[in-house]
């Protein structure tokens, strides 16, 4: 749908370079979130935002940074990839209620 | 112990068939259940929530929750083809915690 957008939606990089993906939110939602999905463990949460540079971490933190400067924004960077990150990320928002709607998620390759 | 847990499957039920997909959790503080639906290189859709013991319908679909035994399920009457996908529980108390996911195959 529309009100969340994920860019980009395919990367292949190399080990050790820096990486930023970027989630988009038309829908005005104040908690956002970043989630990776690998065979074998579903989603498992990284970082999430519940305001404006108001983030913290979650299970799967390290490595991963996140910044929140507009409400329709979330970021997450990967300061110095790494083949374990290879992985597909998805971004949700939510009203508060725990209901998650998705991004389309990003395939991530670290080579 | 994995947090939430649910059996891989793949389950293979026939079209018009019921289908029973579950799933455990460890944590007893937790309040709000979530089932996902997600078919093959798309995004989770959130299919069915359920707050309180008991069971909440939605069409075809069932949630059943059980917070004495620390269990939810989906039921899906009537299967269809296209219902076959990967269910994926989720679980919220201070975060959301999902399982990894019932592979479900429904035959025609």
């Known amino acids: 749908d529309a009100g969340i957008t994920q860019s980009p939606r395919h990367k292949v990089t190399e080990t050790g370079t820096p990486v930023t993906l970027r989630c988009h939110q038309t829908e005005n939602h104040r908690y956002m979130y970043w989630y990776r999905q690998d065979p074998g463990h579903g989603l498992r949460l990284i970082h999430y935002?519940?305001?404006?540079?108001?983030?913290d971490k979650g299970e799967v933190s390290d490595g991963y940074s996140v910044s929140r400067s507009k409400t329709e924004d979330f970021l997450l960077t990967l300061e110095s990839a790494t083949s374990s990150q290879t992985s597909v990320y998805f971004c949700?928002?939510?009203?508060?209620?725990?209901?998650?709607?998705f991004g389309p998620g990003t395939r991530l390759t670290v080579t | 112990q994995k947090e939430v847990e649910q059996n891989s499957g793949p389950l293979s039920v026939p079209e018009g068939a019921i289908a029973s997909l579950n799933c455990t959790y460890s944590d007893r503080g937790s309040q709000s259940f979530f089932w996902y639906r997600q078919y093959s290189g798309k995004s989770p859709e959130l299919i069915m929530f359920?707050?309180?013991?008991g069971d909440k319908e939605d069409g075809r679909f069932t949630a059943q929750l059980n917070k004495a035994s620390q269990y939810v399920s989906l039921l899906i009457r009537d299967s269809q083809p296209s219902d076959s996908a990967t269910y994926l529980c989720a679980v919220l108390n201070n975060d959301m915690r999902f399982g990894a996911g019932t592979r479900l195959t429904v035959k025609p």
């Open positions: 935002s519940y305001g404006v540079k108001d983030t």
């Open positions: 949700a928002i939510s009203d508060g209620s725990g209901r998650h709607v």
């Open positions: 359920i707050y309180s013991n």
